[in-house]
Each structure stands twice: as C-alpha cells, then as structure tokens.
C-alpha cells in the first residue's frame, strides 16, 4: 500500500515533514504567510478582511509584554510564535480539536518543538512561560471574541475569564489584509531576534 504524502511544499522551496519537522525546513517568512492567511474563528468575525492568526499572534505578544515587562526577549518571541504551527495545520476551534482527539495535540508539539528549536527558544517552554503566554492568549481571545466575533461581554467573561482593564488598555482589534500583517509580524521577529 502506497504510503500518503506527509510533507508540504513551502513558498520557500522547503519541503516540511508533518511527521518529522526538522529545524532546517522552517523560515519566518514561511510562518508569517501562512498565519497571514489563517482565519481565527473560522472566519466568524466581522469586517472585510478574516481575522488572521499572524495578527492575533501580534496581539497576544503585546498582552504577553504588557504583562511581564521584565520577561526576556526570548519569551517575547515565545509569544509571537504561540500559534506558529497553525500556519501549516490551521487554526481549529477547541471543540474541533476536541474531537479530533490527541493526534492533533501531538502533530502541534512537534511543529512547536522544531519552530523553537530553529529560533534558538527550548523546545519545551518553562510551565510559567507557557502559562504566561496562555494567560496572554485567553485576553486576546477575550477582546476578539467581544470586538470582532459575536459575543455578549458576559459570555466572553465566561468563557474566557475579564481581563485586568490595564492590559487591554488603548489596544484595537485590526483587521488588515494578508499582506501587511505578514510584514508586520516579519518586521517584529526580526525585532526580536536582534535583542536575543
């Protein structure tokens, strides 16, 4: 029986192993055109261009500063990359990924490991980065889900607990085309980077 294809060509001319991601096959640039490309809420939202995950990915890097202005570069750069495997298997909804059971969790750890691995990060992240980053994330998803997706602000204070006014404080959802926002989140990792 003919094995199935288990690799993605990239813009790049990288080839990426789903199975067996390597470092050596993963740009930024790959990255930040895929996630320019991903809706969030499986393009739930509202506006003219889709939410996309290279912009929420931005945002919650800004939480994540925010909320630990001391924090290293390095777990900056965590942050902006949070999501970084979704620009090869998409931005699912959690109760998708509920269903789709422990492979999917298992295919992210992974491509997380080798996006890590290639950005000079620990594959694993410490417990109280991660939380950080999620803590992070939950705010992001709290002002998407009020902002651009529907949700009474007593839903999202439900689902995804209220954030301290300081951290959302002066922040706007943006809705911009693939383009920018895929500059955008180049130009930062750069920024990033430099400061490691």
Do not use: C
């Not at 740009?27 to 939202?45: M, P, S």
């Not at 992240?125 to 992001?140: E, Q, R, W, Y």
Request: no cysteine; charged share 20%.
């Amino acid at each position: 029986m003919k094995q199935a294809r288990a690799w993605q060509r990239m813009l790049s001319g990288r080839r990426l192993d789903l199975l067996d991601p390597t470092p050596v096959d993963i740009e930024i640039e790959d990255i930040a055109h895929g996630l320019a490309f991903v809706a969030r809420w499986n393009g739930q939202t509202v506006g003219d261009w889709p939410y996309s995950v290279a912009e929420h990915s931005l945002l919650v890097e800004e939480i994540f500063t925010r909320a630990h202005p001391a924090e290293a570069a390095r777990w900056q750069l965590a942050a902006l990359l949070h999501d970084a495997p979704e620009y090869v298997i998409g931005d699912m909804i959690s109760p998708v990924k509920a269903a789709v059971g422990p492979g999917y969790g298992a295919l992210d750890e992974r491509l997380t490991a080798a996006i890590h691995i290639r950005f000079g990060l620990p594959a694993v992240l410490p417990p109280a980065i991660k939380k950080a980053i999620k803590a992070a994330d939950k705010v992001s998803a709290w002002m998407e889900a009020v902002h651009i997706a529907g949700f009474t602000q007593a839903e999202a204070d439900k689902l995804f607990g209220k954030p301290a006014p300081a951290l959302i404080q002066n922040l706007t959802i943006q809705l911009r085309p693939p383009m920018p926002v895929r500059a955008a989140f180049v130009e930062r990792h750069a920024q990033l980077l430099s400061q490691m």
